[in-house]
């Protein structure tokens, strides 16, 4: 049995269902994100285990105790909130010492246990500040030691970067999972940004509308999502609807749009016909310059899926540069390379621009499924670096001109 | 003092502020000079609009037939003892009206504003409602209600959920105006409840009772550890509208026939309007020295205080 435990855990806020027979296992000592869009459920779940809200059905097992209807107070959980909820009127350390005191332990204990928690975050020296003397990092860190200080079973965390500028983010982040792992903490983390979740996670729960769409290591989320909205909704991609032909010769062809063929890798179990969607990462896509000769070649040889285009737009993203290519058939591609290989693309440039069939990921299109359908399996991809836009958002998405998925 | 702060939290460059401040030095201190002496012209007059009237009542209180000065009357206030008893029954009345408002007003506008946001609209025009009836027909109506045959009504009884004959038998059997105690916290109401409601407002209700909650404190706890220190101005504020309130109230207490402050003041204007005159500024004094005395209760807020390492802590940001 897992440490925690949801089981089909149900929320409507009037007539809008927050979560909607949602199960999850979290082991102990783990550290699991849930990632979704706003207003996918994720906040609600997590309240839902905190005992600030109460589930219209399901229940919650905490190490084998059903802790469903426990009021809050009486739950071992900790809790760090976005807008950090530090008390006003109390200093860092008597936020920090407010639970243990709770607790009637000895003063002596109290302080002890505040000083060790303070130098963990790194505060021992704002102590005997008020909240509103420390920056929003800093109240952060008291936020999370306050949690700490009480010893919880399960730490939860509500998007506690959210407010937070985007240095102080990446150091925080890093901090939490250092101390995570240096406690052996079991930490329940709610955030929208992805490649905040894929950094520090040991597992991440992607969730829409309320469900659990696809639950893996981030490497997994990002490389073999299982449904179109996980492709969508991590990392940056290139999507098109496409239909599979020609089954019977072992490497399938995809009818594109406006008849645009292109070879993607043999997906034993899917039939002839199934509508699908293409799913290419920025990072899997090659430019070069397009020269006659070389050009033809490649095209006619055929193994790779190549089209001629132009660059529209270069953009400079440090670790990469980011180029909009629009192919001559009229799709739009947004490709990454690496600094050196960038080179002297230049925008209006004529270029070739191919992906080997293994870079295409083939999800069949059957929406508001959390399953692919039975017998796909996905094909593995070389993972590319992240790139700083990771976090664009699923609406965001540069697109293929065939539309979304 | 905002300026400093701001520089020292980075958001301004101290070498651009002083650039800055340098070159608008010459209108700028003429500007600001000519704000402060505004400011205290202002003040002198505020000053002078209170300080006029309570002089000119002394000064009427102090001179009688004998000529200005003339300190028997003071005498005799101190001398009469409805003087010293009807004090002590106002304060009495106005410390028992305070804790009653306080007590029964923070709770409910925390739990309200914390679970039954949707009924502040109800409270709030509840709480104004005492500014519709006039004390005379809440006296009138309270007196009917508890006094009267209708306390003995089972109708009554059913309606009031049982606390109309509670409070009627309590009023025959302790010897308290408890009844006058209750109508003194409705008139009181409209500015109690606003003063603690805002205060509610000022601070995240919600987020520090979870934030509490998830640190195990229950609601009692939460409410007298987190809420109450964070709204203490508020609780203040209306502490002593409530206790001024109380202190000069005569209808209602004319009605329950209770012998308070003011209606030995105004029995004692009818004959001598010069003991009148310094029995008035007794009460002024006398409420003066009850709130400032309450005001060292709330203590200093964090923000005000002087606190070790303050300036330097927002510098570190």
């Keep these: ?405 | 003092m905002l300026s400093l702060s701001r520089r020292q939290r980075g958001h301004v460059p101290a070498a651009q502020s002083a650039e800055a401040s340098a070159k608008k030095a010459k209108p700028g201190r003429l500007g600001r000079q000519g704000g402060a002496l505004g400011a205290r012209l202002v003040l002198l007059l505020v000053l002078l609009y209170l300080l006029i009237p309570l002089g000119a009542t002394l000064i009427f209180g102090l001179s009688s037939g004998r000529g200005w000065g003339d300190l028997s009357a003071l005498g005799a206030v101190f001398s009469d003892p409805d003087c010293g008893q009807t004090l002590l029954t106002s304060l009495g009345l106005a410390l028992a009206t305070t804790l009653l408002v306080v007590l029964l007003l923070t709770p409910t506008a925390y739990q309200v504003r914390l679970r039954l946001p949707q009924a502040r609209p109800v409270l709030e025009s509840l709480a104004l409602l005492p500014f519709a009836v006039p004390p005379i027909v809440l006296g009138t109506g309270l007196l009917q209600e508890y006094s009267g045959a209708a306390a003995s009504s089972p109708l009554v009884a059913l309606l009031s959920l049982g606390l109309v004959p509670l409070l009627s038998k309590l009023v025959t059997t302790l010897d308290i105006p408890l009844v006058l105690i209750c109508a003194y916290g409705v008139i009181a109401l409209p500015f109690a409840y606003r003063a603690i409601d805002n205060s509610l407002r000022a601070i995240d209700v919600k987020v520090l009772t979870e934030a509490a909650a998830s640190l195990g404190a229950g609601w009692w706890r939460t409410l007298l550890q987190v809420i109450l220190p964070n709204i203490w101005p508020g609780v203040l504020t209306a502490s002593l509208l409530t206790f001024s309130t109380v202190m000069g109230e005569l209808t209602l207490a004319s009605l329950f026939n209770s012998y308070t402050f003011p209606i030995y003041l105004d029995m004692t204007g009818q004959n001598d309007p010069h003991r009148a005159a310094l029995l008035a500024i007794l009460s002024f004094l006398v409420t003066l020295l009850c709130v400032l005395g309450m005001v060292p209760v709330a203590g200093p807020r964090p923000e005000r205080a002087s606190l070790p390492g303050q300036i330097e802590g927002a510098g570190l940001r």
């Design chain 1, 1 to 405: 049995m897992a440490f925690l435990e949801l089981q089909e855990l149900t929320k409507s806020f009037g007539r809008t269902r927050a979560v909607a027979g949602l199960s999850l296992a979290v082991e102990q000592g783990e550290f699991l994100t849930l990632l979704g869009p706003s207003g996918c459920g994720k906040t609600t779940v997590l309240r839902l285990i905190a005992g600030f809200e109460l589930p219209d059905a399901g229940r919650i097992l905490l190490d084998g105790d059903e802790i469903t209807a426990r009021p809050a107070n009486r739950r071992p959980m900790g809790m760090v909130f976005q807008s950090y909820a530090l008390f006003p009127h109390l200093t860092a350390e008597q936020n920090v010492a407010f639970g243990l005191r709770l607790r009637r332990l000895p003063s002596a204990e109290v302080r002890r246990r505040c000083g060790e928690l303070l130098a963990l975050v790194g505060l021992t020296d704002r102590a005997h500040y008020f909240p509103y003397q420390l920056s929003g990092g800093q109240q952060q860190r008291v936020a999370l030691a306050r949690a700490l200080a009480v010893e919880p079973k399960v730490l939860l965390l509500d998007e506690p970067l959210s407010a937070l500028d985007a240095a102080v983010r990446v150091t925080l982040r890093e901090e939490i999972r250092r101390i995570q792992q240096q406690l052996g903490m079991t930490v329940i983390y709610v955030t929208h940004d992805q490649e905040e979740a894929l950094a520090i996670s040991d597992r991440v729960a992607v969730m829409a509308r309320g469900r659990l769409e696809q639950l893996g290591t981030p490497e997994e989320i990002y490389r073999q999502p299982r449904t179109a909205f996980v492709a969508g909704f991590v990392g940056t991609s290139n999507r098109l609807t496409a239909r599979l032909e020609r089954a019977a010769e072992g490497s399938w062809l995809a009818d594109g749009p406006a008849g645009l063929r292109l070879r993607v890798a043999p997906q034993p179990g899917l039939a002839d016909g199934t509508s699908v969607l293409l799913v290419v990462r920025p990072e899997q896509v090659t430019l070069r310059q397009a020269d006659g000769e070389q050009t033809a070649i490649a095209l006619a040889q055929g193994e790779e899926n190549a089209f001629l285009g132009r660059i529209e737009l270069r953009t400079f993203l440090g670790a990469v540069t980011r180029f909009r290519v629009r192919t001559e058939e009229g799709l739009l591609f947004t490709v990454d390379l690496p600094g050196l290989q960038a080179g002297t693309l230049i925008a209006g440039q004529r270029v070739l621009l191919s992906f080997p069939p293994e870079a295409c990921l083939v999800l069949p299109l059957r929406e508001n499924t959390a399953e692919p359908s039975p017998g796909n399996e996905l094909r593995s991809q070389e993972a590319g670096p992240l790139s700083e836009e990771a976090d664009q958002r699923y609406e965001r998405q540069p697109e293929p001109a065939s539309g979304r998925g």
